[in-house]
């Protein structure tokens, strides 16, 4: 059965650092896999998709990576602002391709 | 391009008593999900559509959550009779066809509080 592990829970940075969040995921035959930004009260907003045959994908400030091999993936923000504050989720598609099975999330606040 | 749609966007309801939840899709998505997000956790898919048929609602709990798709557009999620342990965000999400790991897109959710 897979499942989506991300660290840390939670994390806080001053405005201006970079930062890695992480995920992990227990079977590496995987098909895609996604990272969402969700603020609260508000639904899940797509930041990046990285197609199974891809090392990584990049959007402006963020690049995302992808080791199937070892069961990880990062997403990588640059120069972080106070509007970066939100939950990260990190998933996975399941064996058929079909759904997706989220992690818990990175809960990031970045002050300025 | 209009987003995912959903009402209510909060509910408030007593335990036992019945309730629903709307979504429209993106115009052309052929896959329609329903996902159940219990706060502090991610989301938890409760049932696929593919056009109006119905893929996987394995996870589903079928003795009092059903959904339905009519002619392949917006769906209903409906819960009757309603627990405590209902309380979360019901988020409704499409995508555009039947392949896999296809990029999936998320409305805003319906907020509910089982009381």
């Known amino acids: 059965k897979q499942e989506v592990t991300q660290i840390p829970a939670a994390l806080s940075v001053p405005e201006g650092e970079n930062l890695v969040l992480n995920c992990s995921f227990t079977d590496s035959a995987i098909y895609n896999l996604q990272w969402f930004r969700q603020d609260p009260g508000k639904g899940l907003t797509s930041l990046l998709l990285i197609q199974s045959s891809q090392r990584e994908q990049t959007s402006g400030r963020l690049n995302a990576s992808l080791d199937k091999s070892s069961g990880r993936s990062t997403l990588y923000i640059a120069a972080s602002q106070p509007g970066d504050s939100a939950t990260y989720l990190c998933?996975?598609?399941?064996?058929?391709?079909?759904?997706?099975?989220f992690g818990k999330g990175t809960t990031l606040s970045v002050s300025s | 391009e209009a987003g995912v749609a959903q009402s209510p966007r909060y509910k408030i309801i007593e335990k036992r008593q019945s309730v629903a939840f709307w979504c429209n899709p993106i115009s052309g998505h052929a896959t329609l999900y329903w996902y159940q997000q219990i706060l502090g956790q991610g989301p938890k898919l409760l049932i696929q559509?593919?056009?109006?048929?119905?893929?996987?609602d394995s996870q589903l709990p079928k003795d009092r959550f059903s959904a339905e798709r009519l002619k392949g557009v917006d769906s209903t999620l409906k819960i009757q009779p309603a627990k405590l342990e209902d309380s979360a965000v019901y988020l409704c999400a499409s995508s555009l066809g039947r392949g896999s790991g296809l990029e999936q897109y998320f409305g805003p959710g319906t907020r509910l509080t089982v009381t």
């Open positions: 559509f593919q056009n109006n048929g119905v893929v996987d």
């Open positions: 998933a996975v598609f399941n064996q058929a391709g079909t759904a997706l099975i």
